[in-house]
């Protein structure tokens, strides 16, 4: 095998040698490739679809790990979204005056509040993918992907056990349980595709300009105020259409949007929603992923 | 599994015909250039703080130049050992040679995707060892079921009993590599680098973890080792490369190389000196455009103890010759390799004579001396180009820096400019809208008069009007 050409060397010794090339330019001898290259796209996606459980169990032994240290453990995938809503409940419920809420004030509150960290964890988690695993990447030869692949992972399985709390909160606020709550999991499962793409693009671009970590509190706290998690943008923008667009081409508010209209009937999505996320989603993944094999090569090079 | 015993079978058949071994790995010329964030002097605090160096993020633009132009060819059946003081860039080249990280010059081309062992390469150190084992394996391409197998072997070959369930960041840092070789042997490799994985291990280990690497360099194509302990070298390896400074020193059989290592090494004041001693010293393989060179140079000339040691010097070339030219006979089809790509392989010998007439006792001592056969180290006649092209690397990092400062400024300004925006948008929507509902008439009242007021030409009226309200 070994001693025939390349080509065929490279398709029979699957084991070692699919992760390897971009261009085969003049090898100096046959059967040599170039290493440091990043591969081609197509060997890039099914390389990182052959290791996948590598990211799932990064996700879940970090998931657990980072937890287990807390004596409430796992407890704290619950409580720290809880805690949120209570005080943007209190602070913001103490703020606004009755007139200025959305109806079912705590329901469409919290329902805000849960998805809403469901991105930003992603887009956190996303911005250290590589530079806080430089050892990993610079002592092993995945794909790179796997890395922003098992941050979205780990916020998803997150998600999980948040997302039955929600339900048990909303059906305790007297929302009526409906077989359209069901669509949350699409839902969900389109975001978890957006935030990927959205992970993959911070990713690349904190490990070349690490300022964007530090600007990525900023981000989230303007995205927190532009995605109407405690007011209602249709009725704060009922005279501006223009204002009310923008404001619902929001990626975010999309997908928050997405959710309410699934499980609070008072808050039915505007169809602007539904024809932009999916669109939103398309737009992060494509672009995430072409972004960051393009720089397959370099993470290496960080520091 | 099966592909590598095959490859085994092929190297191994290869050998027994006496056929031209196939290379394995061809480096061609490879730079590796590392960015540090750093000032490269030391600084006071306040200077660190206040400098403009700060104000533009403290990016002294440092480039480090870890690996400068490493030329060679290792072929199948060998075990090369690579020797060179800290921090001479030989855990870059095998970073590179793994494809850890892109040479930013040249190439290095591979028979297969190399697999570097080393000491550097912490998992995930929150886990427990065993989690770790099955990450590693899983990153290394095993499949869930294969790493779970395998799990049980690797903890046992790492000896750490129960330490395996505890988290990596408890462990020793021999116990860590423990478990790092373990896990990065568990797999047969055809190129495996090995980079000093086993220093800190304990004797018992470290006899064990050799063991295994033998086992590893029968079934592997190569083998590459670095390592400080020369004895060590001396024993595993036929061949031996030098790196010194980011360039490739010497490069040949095993003991005239590591004879003069360690002559080197011995050398009074040349490991604290450097590059200095050694462009004044041997034949220069480092680039001598060094700050330092040309400072140091005219110091050690005056102070003339290196006179000593130059003429002390002759007669290692002498030791060393036989070796040498036995060792060229084989170390002519490397070359060979390089001309194809660059086409100027054999010239750096030349040209290298002519670059240094700084000092006078050089060319009578330069063809004498011994490292100067051992192949093609720095490749000098290229330094000029070479420098050159860092520098155009350099403006257009420059360049490219500023394009980017100057669209951060631009989003920035975007940013507030969008955000003053839809402020006023808002409070316009507002004033437009809120008092809408109930409110219209007391604040209507006062508006309009003030529109008249404003309207109506400047006299007592007005004012009758407003104080009439």
């Known amino acids: ?303 | 599994m099966a592909s590598v015993s095959d490859l085994e079978l092929a190297g191994m058949a290869a050998r027994a015909a006496g056929r031209a071994p196939r290379p394995m790995i061809v480096v061609d010329d490879a730079h590796v250039t590392y960015r540090v964030y750093a000032s490269g002097k030391r600084m006071s605090a306040r200077d660190s703080v206040f400098s403009l160096n700060a104000l533009r993020g403290g990016r002294g633009l440092k480039t480090v130049p870890a690996l400068r132009g490493v030329t060679f060819t290792a072929s199948e059946g060998e075990s090369i050992g690579v020797i060179g003081h800290n921090g001479s860039g030989k855990s870059t080249l095998f970073r590179a040679m793994s494809g850890l990280i892109p040479p930013s010059e040249g190439t290095i081309w591979a028979a297969d995707r190399p697999v570097l062992l080393g000491v550097n390469a912490a998992l995930v150190p929150e886990l427990s060892g065993e989690n770790n084992i099955k990450l590693g394996l899983l990153a290394m391409g095993f499949t869930p079921e294969e790493a779970a197998a395998h799990i049980d072997d690797i903890a046992d070959f790492a000896e750490l009993n129960e330490f395996i369930h505890h988290p990596m960041r408890t462990y020793s840092s021999g116990m860590g590599a423990r478990l790092r070789f373990a896990i990065a042997s568990a797999k047969a490799h055809s190129i495996l680098l090995v980079d000093e994985a086993l220093a800190v291990g304990d004797r018992r280990f470290r006899l064990k973890s050799e063991q295994r690497i033998r086992e590893l360099r029968d079934s592997a194509g190569l083998v590459m080792i670095v390592s400080h302990s020369v004895s060590s070298l001396r024993d595993t390896c036929e061949r031996v490369l030098w790196i010194h400074k980011g360039e490739l020193r010497a490069d040949g059989d095993a003991k005239s190389v590591i004879d003069e290592y360690t002559r080197w090494v011995k050398q009074p004041g040349q490991g604290a000196v450097g590059a200095a001693s050694t462009a004044k010293g041997k034949r220069p393989a480092m680039s001598p455009a060094k700050s330092s060179s040309p400072r140091k140079a005219p110091d050690a000339a005056r102070i003339a103890e290196p006179e000593s040691v130059v003429r002390a010097a002759p007669p290692e070339p002498i030791v060393a010759a036989p070796a040498v030219r036995e060792h060229d006979v084989q170390q002519v089809r490397l070359p060979t390799f390089d001309q194809l790509l660059s086409g100027e392989a054999m010239q750096p010998v030349v040209a290298s004579d002519r670059k240094h007439p700084r000092t006078k006792q050089r060319p009578a001592r330069e063809p004498s001396v011994a490292t100067r056969p051992i192949t093609l180290p720095g490749a000098s006649p290229r330094d000029a180009a070479r420098r050159e092209r860092y520098l155009r690397a350099t403006r257009d990092r420059n360049r490219r820096r500023i394009i980017a400062l100057a669209i951060t400024g631009a989003a920035i300004l975007i940013a507030v400019a969008a955000g003053a925006a839809i402020a006023l948008v808002g409070v316009l929507t507002h004033t437009a809208t809120l008092p809408a509902p109930g409110s219209m008439l007391p604040e209507a009242a006062p508006f309009a008069v003030v529109q008249v007021a404003e309207t109506a030409p400047l006299t007592g009226s007005g004012v009758l009007l407003l104080n009439d309200d």
Request: overall charge positive.
């Open chain 1, 1 to 303: 095998m070994r001693a025939g050409d390349g080509p065929t060397k490279n398709v029979a010794d699957r084991e070692v040698s699919e992760y390897v090339v971009d261009t085969p330019l003049r090898a100096p001898a046959p059967g040599l490739f170039e290493v440091g290259r990043r591969p081609r796209f197509g060997h890039y996606l099914v390389e990182a679809w052959r290791r996948r459980s590598f990211a799932f169990t990064l996700a879940g032994y970090r998931l657990v790990g980072g937890l287990l240290q807390n004596r409430l453990g796992v407890l704290w995938i619950v409580l720290k979204p809880l805690f949120t809503a209570v005080i943007y409940g209190t602070i913001f419920g103490a703020v606004l005056s009755d007139d200025a809420r959305p109806d079912d004030w705590v329901p469409y509150l919290i329902t805000g509040v849960f998805i809403f960290e469901y991105f930003t964890g992603c887009f956190t988690g996303g911005s250290r993918a590589i530079t806080g695993n430089a050892k990993l990447v610079q002592s092993l030869g995945f794909p790179r992907i796997l890395l922003p692949v098992s941050v979205v992972a780990e916020q998803a399985m997150r998600i999980v056990p948040i997302m039955l709390l929600l339900g048990i909160l909303l059906l305790v606020f007297g929302i009526p349980i409906s077989w359209s709550w069901l669509w949350v999991i699409p839902i969900l499962a389109m975001m978890s595709v957006f935030n990927l793409g959205v992970a993959l693009i911070v990713g690349r671009m904190s490990v070349w300009v690490r300022d964007v970590q530090q600007f990525i509190p900023t981000i989230n706290r303007v995205l927190f105020y532009a995605s109407a998690i405690f007011f209602q943008v249709d009725k704060v923008f009922a005279d501006n259409p223009v204002m009310l667009t923008i404001a619902h081409l929001v990626p975010t508010y999309d997908f928050i949007a997405l959710v309410r209209g699934a499980m609070l009937v008072a808050h039915p999505a505007p169809a602007l929603a539904v024809v932009a996320a999916p669109i939103w989603t398309l737009l992060a993944i494509g672009i995430g992923v072409v972004y960051f094999w393009r720089a397959e090569a370099r993470y290496g090079l960080s520091e």
